[in-house]
């Protein structure tokens, strides 16, 4: 079974708080909360960019809250 987090732990984990991870992703604090509470998906490439930033590939990312939430 593959063990996935969630992005907001994938940033904590990697030891960024909201904002400075905001700033180097150069988006919006309340952008980057939308994409860990599911509420607006990041684009593939901002998940590349995090993937960096957090040192974690995506496969261990859950997305799947990003895109039950745009199907209401």
Same mark, same amino acid.
Request: hydrophobic share 35%; aromatic share 6%.
């Given at each position: 079974?593959?063990? $996935? =987090?969630?992005? @907001?732990?994938?940033?904590? +984990?990697?030891?960024?708080?909201? $904002?400075?991870?905001?700033?180097? #992703?150069?988006? +919006? %604090?309340?952008?980057?909360? +939308?994409? @860990?509470?599911? =509420?607006? =998906? %990041?684009?593939?490439?901002?998940?590349?960019?995090?993937? $960096? #930033?957090?040192?974690?590939?995506?496969?261990?990312?859950?997305?799947? +809250?990003?895109? #039950?939430?745009?199907?209401?």
């Amino acid at each position: 079974m593959e063990v $996935k =987090i969630t992005l @907001e732990a994938a940033r904590v +984990n990697a030891g960024y708080n909201q $904002k400075n991870a905001a700033k180097k #992703l150069k988006v +919006n %604090p309340a952008t980057l909360s +939308n994409w @860990e509470h599911g =509420i607006t =998906i %990041p684009s593939w490439d901002k998940v590349r960019e995090m993937e $960096k #930033l957090y040192n974690m590939s995506s496969d261990f990312l859950n997305l799947s +809250n990003n895109s #039950l939430k745009t199907n209401k």
